[in-house]
């Protein structure tokens, strides 16, 4: 019973992780660095980023994947997965807009996408394993 969501974990980590190392360390990272360049650290601290990365793929699975077990289709754990996406990274957006002064809305509407796309797509990851143990 525990392999089947350990695997479900490790497949919604796995694509999460790789995803955002594709979006920040390529696609968004000149975005980045423009809009909040004199925020950023030289080098990240990786161990938080492994932190984060741990409990966000957890939480992915607690609230978008698990939930939707015995549902049959990929569509409703995208949507709850893009959903749980949205608001945490909304979190972070807009407590930023709210209290930092010149943060960049554009990035913030940017990142809050990119929150939903990774989110769903992890989730849909997990579903996929998920549902090779129950035969789907």
Known sequence: MLSKYAATYVATATVMVLLDLLWLGIIAKPI???GIGHLMAEQ???????AFYLLFALA??????????SNSGLWRTALMGALFGFFAYATYDLTNLATLKNW??????????????????????????LDRFAGG
């Open 104 to 129: 960049p809305v554009a990035m913030s509407l940017m990142d809050m996408a990119w929150g939903s796309f990774v989110s769903a797509a992890s989730a849909v990851s997990g579903k996929w394993m």
């Open 60 to 69: 992915i699975v607690i609230f978008a994947v698990v939930p939707n077990e």
């Open 44 to 50: 990240p601290r990786w161990g938080v980023a492994v």
């Open 32 to 34: 980045y660095q423009q």
